[in-house]
């Protein structure tokens, strides 16, 4: 059974500090690995994602995951914090090899950017 | 649609009534997918459908819980006797079809049941 684990509900960084939001995966097979934003009171939105391709993957506004197999690991960076960032992520595995949809999903990482 | 639409946005109901939340996808997409997400537990994935058929209701939490898409368009997901539990942002994805395409979320129907 695929599973995912967000580690830290919670993350505070400076503006203009590295992100780093951490995930970790279980999957029976060769996994697909997403990353979701969802900004206040609206749906998830896809920021990146990895379907066996490159394993360095850059999603939207600036943000970029590498997949590492050895380490299970999904794990979502971002060089420089911006305060527009600050929003809850969610990392996702799929259910169906092969697939994009029928997602489980980790319990999200909230984002908060200090001025 | 331009996007996947969802009605209503804000549900108040009393415990013991039945609900209906609507999910109306993206013209087009053959996916559909139901998520539960509550406070503190992230999203729980609750039932898809292929077109008009779904597969594995496995993920539905009680047989409280029922959902149906007709046309291959508009899925109704369906509470009865309504518990506090059930208090949560209902949120409705679509996709092109199940083995391909982004997710492409609607803004979740918030169901409060006092």
């Known amino acids: 059974a695929q599973s995912v684990t967000q580690l830290g509900s919670h993350v505070s960084v400076s503006e203009g500090a590295l992100v780093l939001l951490r995930c970790n995966y279980s999957s029976s097979v060769p996994p697909y690995l997403f990353w979701y934003v969802q900004y206040p009171n609206q749906g998830l939105q896809l920021l990146l994602k990895y379907t066996s391709a490159a394993t360095l993957v850059k999603g939207i506004n600036g943000f970029e995951a590498e997949f590492k197999k050895s380490e299970t690991s999904f794990h979502l960076t971002k060089p420089s914090a911006h305060m527009s960032d600050a929003a809850e992520y969610f990392c996702a595995v799929s259910q169906i090899r092969g697939s994009q949809g029928n997602l489980i999903f980790g319990k999200g990482t909230k984002l908060s950017v200090k001025p | ?114």
């Not at chain 2, 639409?5 to 109901?13: A, C, E, F, Y």
């Not at chain 2, 029922?66 to 679509?94: F, K, N």
């Open chain 2, 1 to 114: 649609g331009a996007g996947v639409s969802q009605s209503p946005s804000n549900k108040v109901t009393e415990k013991g009534k039945d609900v209906e939340l609507r999910c109306d996808p993206i013209s087009g997409h053959t996916a559909l997918y139901w998520y539960r997400q509550s406070l503190g537990q992230g999203l729980e994935f609750l039932i898809y459908f292929q077109g008009n058929s779904a597969p594995d209701k496995s993920g539905l939490p009680s047989d409280r819980f029922s959902a149906e898409r007709t046309g291959g368009s508009v899925s109704t997901l369906t509470i009865q006797r309504t518990q506090q539990e059930d208090s949560a942002v209902y949120l409705c994805a679509s996709s092109v079809h199940i083995r391909g395409g982004e997710l492409f979320f609607g803004e979740g129907s918030r169901l409060t049941v006092l």
